[in-house]
């Protein structure tokens, strides 16, 4: 059963057991070896689909470990495991321009801009991202004028715009059923992360990207570089 935790909780600090299973079929593992991953994702493979896994980029980690795996068949219960969806109640809200105080509409925007200057000045702004940045700020035009959905209650402090790129696509009905923007929100989380590495803590993997991670472990192993074990 879910634990209702503080939003001052890491994710990472609820943590789980080895080999545990999760809702929706997802699986926790540390693996400290490189043959103890091999072996598991020979057998397992063909049924779990996605993973995760934490990089050590951020010390403490926020939501894995390094070393620490989730698996699952599913995107968005892997998404749910990793970010301990269900503790933390996040849930979809949708923010209504007409209703809900403009000064927090204004504050999203500012959160956008100053994130957009933030990684110009590290120069971790692409070309692409400068596209999306536009786009976004073209259809939240029209969204502002009835308003659009949006995560409530994530961990670590962070909000809506923290959590997604400029490249996520998430629903933007508001009599959409709230399970199902719940799952369009946790396939975008999957989707976006994977594909804009958005957290540099964790990386999010389709099958394919967990045989290129086993490949390139086994080649630096081979080549007497920095092994996957350290």
């Known amino acids: 059963m879910a634990t209702n935790v503080t939003v001052q909780a890491v994710p990472s600090e609820l943590r789980y057991d080895h080999g545990e ?8 593992f540390r693996f400290d ?3 103890e991953l091999k072996a598991y994702w020979a057998r397992e493979r ?15 980690a926020r939501f894995l470990e390094p070393h620490e795996w989730i698996f699952s068949p599913s995107k968005e219960a892997l998404v749910a495991a990793v970010v301990r969806w269900d503790e933390f109640k996040i849930t979809p809200r ?19 801009a100053v994130r957009r200057d933030l990684r110009m000045a590290l120069g971790t702004w692409s070309h692409e991202d400068e596209a999306a940045y536009v786009r976004n700020s073209q259809r939240r035009r029209g969204l502002g004028r009835h308003g659009f959905w949006r995560l409530d209650k994530l961990p670590c ?8 790129s400029e490249h996520a696509r ?31 803590d964790v990386s999010m993997l389709e099958a394919s990207g967990v045989d290129e991670d ?15 074990e350290d």
């Open 46 to 60: 063909a049924s779990m689909h996605y993973a995760c896994v934490g990089t050590g980029f951020m010390s403490p």
């Open 33 to 35: 070896t490189l043959d």
């Open 170 to 200: 998430f629903p933007e009905d508001p009599e959409l059923p709230r399970q199902r923007v719940e799952l369009a929100l946790k396939k975008a989380t999957f989707d976006d992360w994977k594909d804009h590495e958005h957290f540099n």
């Open 21 to 28: 299973v999760l809702p929706g079929g997802a699986r926790f």
């Open 94 to 112: 949708w923010y209504d321009s007409m209703s809900d105080e403009l000064s927090t509409r204004h504050h999203l925007q500012r959160r956008r």
């Open 214 to 228: 086993i490949a390139h472990w086994e080649r630096e192993r081979a080549e007497g570089r920095e092994p996957y």
């Open 157 to 164: 402090g962070l909000t809506h715009l923290d959590w997604f």
